[in-house]
């Protein structure tokens, strides 16, 4: 809706919640990170085609019963219980007392609630589906025969992340889930900061979550079989010899976006503001970049026109066409690679966890700022001109940018910056 300056408000973010096989919890990820940890499997059973690629990476395994969440768990999908964990994480990371009971938290209640996500968990589908068609299976994790889940629907809603959490921590403002591929995570931080700072909510509960496992490896073969996938045992961003993206099964990221007012009057530790947030469309093709990345080269320069950018977590596949259209788009944008901003990937370390990496890689970028370090890329035979962060950088960052392409031409991207009093 069209609103003039004087609605504007600004918008921080005072806590991160991330759940992944790289850490959980801000410190964790943040350090294993910098540390350049190496997080990437290969597959060892026998797949049933051809396959391309053979390495992934595992969902991050958790407990919920560890985080205080006794009640309905026998309902809960992988990307329920991490997106319950993340959002108690990234609320306790933002000093919000618990409020009585081992749930609740004081002054949530009228928060809204935007989670991005890919796909919902596919494999109570895939499981009850045998099971209606009359097959026995056996399930190879469990050893246990698979019979249809009477709750496999509400499994299999995209939004019961942000349903549960709404439930199980009592938010009771506006709560739901958006999808926009790859870049879901960023869409829903951005809409989240949109509902702050035009005066629609104090407190968003924002981020990212995917789950993509099923053990017989059936979503992975689809995105195989567009040849998406790395030959890698690591991801290979922005390297002559990329093959593709490392898949990863999962994660999450929830993030706390508070009104500066608001976050100011309880004394907040603030990492980062949100000073914009962009988005467009390529209308190209479902899973394809436009060729000349003419959408991508606009959005990154409707920030670059206005701010003096120290460091782009990019997009950052390791795909061969999409590295080279988004690399040719930051030369356009940039310049020289002298004149461009620290560029690094956090999906090279990570894998791409689809709808939850923007939300990770906004967290990542915040955790940069408020640290003054950005991780390196683990890559080798970079691609040329273009401003690599090879090792850890150390050094004040006044400005970052976090962007997600995803399929369907789906572009977003999240300007932080270090809060100016």
Known sequence: MPMGNAMHRRVVITGIGPVTIAGIGAAELFANLLNGIDVAREIEIDLPYKNRSSFYVPLPEVEISHYGIARYYKFLQPEDKMAIIGAKLALQDAGIEQAGDEQAFADIEDACIVLGTGFSGLEPAFFSYLSHLGHEYTARATNRKVNFNRMVIPMLMPSSPAAWISILLGVKGESYTLNTACASGTFAIGEAFRKIRFGLADMAITGGVENLHDENYAIFRGFDSLGALTRSSQGQAFSQDRSGFLFAEGGCCVLVLEELG????????????????????????????????KQVTALLGSFASRHKIDYLNSHGTGTIPNDKIEAQSIQDVFGAMSAQPFINSTKAVLGHTIGASGAIEAAVTALSIFNGKIHPNRISNPMVNLNLATRIIEQPLDRALSVSYGFGGHNAGILLGKLDE
Do not use: F, T, W
């Open 262 to 293: 608001r976050a100011k009057r309880r004394n907040a530790r603030i990492y980062a503001e949100v000073l914009d947030y962009q988005a467009n469309s390529d209308a190209h093709h479902i899973v394809k970049m436009e060729p000349d990345g």
